[in-house]
DNA sequence: ACAGTGTTGGA
DNA sequence: CCAACACTG
């Protein structure tokens, strides 16, 4: 009889093409664990959208388990120091894991390594990206910071190794450990239930985003027109899907490669940009917490300290109240859904950073918050791509125009499912509609031109 | 073999 | 502005 086998699950919460999984279950009876570590992570532990997400997909994988009559172990606490116990508790001759690039979680294989005795080992599978971050390097062999050269160099290497079936036959081991039961973690809010907004707009879960997959492949021709219009929304929504693991971007590669189409290969460079983000935090662990660039930023930001005190103009954007509907759509469906469209946020996001000269971070902390989706890499590299403090391009500081934006996107349909105040408006005037017409919709918290105006001096200032 | 310089172009 | 690469000597 082969010796236990524990599989370390964490943002991988798929059967099929999990690398850890498929190892472990040809080497003998598994033992799959998830270990809740609020700890560890510092400032990015799970917000409460992504807790929501977690309870679902984890009840989901136990649901596909219980089929194999397998299960998942919860357990809670450090995660190197739970799995060495559990290990011993359960004789585990390996402990199977997908590799993880935040820096919490490389610490943490680390640590683990050597907490474990001599009789188990650590065995650690990539597979949750295209390639492993690192695979792809410069000509002089230092790590790419650009994106378009590092995508050309993706391509050349591509397409991506095979996907993996899902195991046959998962082994049990004969005696189970104990384990609480997932409602007892309390992911999901308690007395007011905000959560409602999300488990309707959300199916969770590894068949769920094989659904998504299904769908998105009928409709991925389109995304490269369609993918900028908030209303249409032609995006796949397979983000959160990918985040938590449910689905692998090498199945999510292999079920569209053959689609030939301009849609597909702007969705193909937008994979490619989960992978780049990746490279970067590989490469700046700290990059979500620090800007890359050394603005002097006291100069910088009207209020460097409100990363601690909450600022009022701060609320209003949380709460899309800044008087430009599109920006207040997004945040709204932001709130609602736990999700927002790509283009939106954008916008959203730039007007924090820009018309606002609110400290980019505040916006990160807050779409971690949110986000069902949200994820250390995209957050951290997009917030400082929108702010300009990032590694990528800095020649000029580019201010978006929220209310062009909004009418060259055709957003007033957008505008009108997720601001109801507005939602008696015509086209023309709702993504700036005059004072009148407003009723108990805010007036705008700054104009576009006194804003730009600003930030284009608060940014030279800080050079 | 490779440091210095020029050219190109950036979600 | 500056990363990445091609070209140079």
Known sequence: MSSVQIVWLRRDLRLADQPAFH????????????????????????????????????????RSLGAHRS?????????????????????????????????????????LRDALGDDCKLCLYDGNYLLPPGSVTTGSGSPYKIYTPFSKAMLDVMPPRDPLPEPDTIHSPDSWPDSPDLQD?????????????????????????????????????????????PSQDITSRLSPHLHWGEISPAQVWYKLKDKRSDGWRTFAKELIWRDYAQNVIDQFPDYPRESYRDYDERKLWRNPDAGHLIDEDLECWQKGMTGYPIVDAGMRQL???????????????????????????????WFWDCLVDADYGNNGVNWQWISGTGVDSNMFVRIMAPLTQSEKFNSADYIREYVLELGDLSDDCIHDPPDEKRGDYPSKMIGHKEARERALEAYRAAK
């Open 185 to 229: 973690w309390q992911l999901l809010p308690a007395k007011p239930d905000w959560a409602g907004g999300i488990t309707d707009f959300w199916d969770f879960g590894e068949t769920a985003a094989h659904d998504r997959l299904d769908w998105w492949a009928n409709e991925v021709a389109d995304y490269d027109e369609g993918r900028n219009l």
């Open 71 to 111: 299960r998942i172990v919860l357990r809670r606490g450090d995660a190197p120091q739970v799995l060495a116990a559990l290990a011993d508790e359960v004789g585990a001759a390996c402990i199977h894991a997908m590799r993880h690039y935040e820096p919490w979680w490389k610490e943490a294989e680390d640590e």
């Open 335 to 365: 709130w609602q859904t736990g999700w927002m469209h790509n283009r939106v946020r954008m916008i959203a996001a730039s007007f924090l950073v820009k018309h606002l000269l609110i400290d980019w971070r505040c916006g990160e902390q």
């Open 23 to 62: 190892a472990a279950a040809q080497a003998g009876p598994v033992v799959p664990v998830y270990v809740l570590d609020d700890d560890r992570a510092g400032d990015h532990a799970y917000g409460g959208a992504s807790r929501v997400w977690l309870h679902h997909s984890l009840d989901s994988l136990a």
